[in-house]
Structure formats: structure tokens, C-alpha cells
């Protein structure tokens, strides 16, 4: 029985020819990310937010009155509440504020609670509430400040671990590719306006894992052939690196997309956020590690001496001593 070889032995793609275009594209794709999450801000759950949210289901309508319930809810006095489809059309999530001395009293925001099911069951009878959280200004705050922390500490100590196993230059573009990665998955929230959460949080903590996963494999080649081929042309030595780990790096996206993609299809809508941006961080992973990571190390300067050690000074008087017998 033959194995099935998604990627033949003998592939010899020119990756890097494409290297100018591509990062301007990509460039323009962070550029484009950063001012849909500065310009339309992010959707934050309850989490980050702050307030009480209440997923309900209409059991009898095919379809949530958002426009209605938003009417409705704003004559309660509790700000402006967010009102979206969460799921199936009629499902919604409703989220209000609350102050904090009220959302830390778990008797008072239950009292808030039951008076918006009842007043949304004064002009629907089939609404039911399926769940309600509810968190103080102060812990989202908390939890923020936290979240943030942990991303840029994750992107350090990558970069960090990078440049320690290889050289300062692998470092940088192993930064640079996580920036990349973790700024689309953003702008795709800004973009869809989907919830963020902590799960989110979660998806794209598990975007840099798998964006340094494939990033350290192709690097972890061309270091191997800068050692084997100090002849080479740069260029070509980075292109024969990609194609010599692309079977592996196929497969590995394929096996994980096709894990994903059902849960992507057919999994519990409080998921979906989560498991969406996973879904494209594998797609951009595996674009960075080869657009992104493999080409800057040609405009930062590395060459086949990267990885050859500085003669010693013992080392270079023998070395002269051997030439002048």
C-alpha cells in the first residue's frame, strides 16, 4: 500500500520571488487591521466590558426582535443595552451596564435580571432566558489589564527563545511573524464585530503557539543548511528550506483544519469566536512562517557565518602557524 504524499520530494517552488509583493501586502493587511480595531473597537464580551449578559431564546419565532427588545430595555434605565443575535436567528445576547456596587451584589443584579424578563415577556410570552453573568467594572478593568499583559509577555519570551537558539536576526522575524498573525485575528473581530472574550484571549495565545510551532520548524532548516551549503545563494538556500519542510507543514495545517472545521460548522455558538480565530490563525500562521519570518532575514543581514563560531585566538595562531609550514 502507497502512502499518501500530499507534497512530492522533489518540490522546488520559488517562494521568495514573491517576497517584495507579498510583504507590502501583508503590511497593508496589518496597517488595515490596526485601524478597524482603533477605528471600530472591539466588540468586548461581559468579560472585558463589564455589566450583566443575558442569552434568551424567542422558543416560538423564527427570528429575535433585536430592534423591539432594544426599545424596550432602554426605557428600564440601564443605559444603552447591546443587543445582538447570538446563534440560531432567534437567540440574542443582551448586555447592560451595571455599576459596580450592583454587579458585586449577586441578590441586586438578579433583581435587575427578573425585571428584564419581565418586561420582555409583557410583549413575548415564549422569551426565555437561557443564562445570565454578571461582572464589576473594576474585575473588567482587571481583567484587560491582564489579557494584554499575558499577549505581549507571550510574544517576548517567543521572540526571546528564538533569538537565544538561533541569532538575534531569527528573533526579530520571529516577532514580526507573530505580530502579523495576532494583529489579523483582531482585525477580524473589529471587522465581524465578533464577541471578545477571554476565550478569545485563549485562541489567539494558541495562535502564537502554533505560529512559533511552524515558525521554529523552517527556521530550524535553514539553519541546518547554512551549516551544509555555504556556497548558496541566500535566497535559493531559503527557498530550498521552505520546500524541504513543506510536506510537514501541509500536513500539520490539514490535520488541524480538518479537527477545526467541523466545530467551525456545527459547534455551540459561544464557540464559535474562539474557534474562528483559531481557524484563521492557522491559515496566517502558515502564510507567516514563509512570507514573513523567511524572507526579513535577508534584509537583516544573515549569511552562511551566522552560524560559524569566532576563532579563538589559540585557533587563529594555529591556523596561521599551519600556513607558514
Known sequence: MRLLKLVPDDTNIRFLRLRV????????LIVGAWALILGKG????????GGMELRATFTESSEAPIGEIRDRLGNLGYGTPVVQQFGDPNQVSIRVQLPDEVAQDKEAAQVIANRIVEEMKQGHPDFRLD????????????????????????????????WVRFEWQFGVGGLFALFHDVSLALGMFALF????????IAAILA???????????????????LKKYRK???????????????ARTVMTSLTLGVALLPLLLFGPASLFSMIAAIFLGLVVGTYSSVYM???????????????????TATEAQEKAARQLS
Open 193 to 200: 464585530e465578533m464577541e471578545f472574550s477571554l476565550q478569545s
Open 42 to 49: 472591539l466588540n468586548f464580551g461581559v468579560d472585558f466590558a
Open 293 to 311: 519570518a523567511a524572507p526579513i532575514l535577508i534584509w537583516l543581514g544573515v549569511n552562511s557565518d551566522s552560524f560559524v563560531p569566532d576563532e
Open 207 to 225: 495562535i502564537i503557539g502554533y505560529s512559533l510551532n511552524d515558525t521554529i520548524v523552517v527556521y530550524d532548516r535553514i539553519r541546518e543548511n
Open 21 to 28: 509583493p507579498f510583504y507590502i501586502f501583508s503590511c497593508l
Open 131 to 162: 443564562g445570565n453573568d454578571n461582572v464589576s467594572g473594576k474585575v473588567s478593568d482587571e481583567f484587560r489589564g491582564d489579557a494584554v499583559l499575558a499577549l505581549v509577555l507571550a510574544m517576548l519570551g517567543v521572540a526571546l527563545y528564538i
Open 232 to 246: 548558496m545563494p541566500l535566497v535559493e538556500l531559503l527557498d530550498l528550506s521552505v520546500n524541504e519542510t513543506l
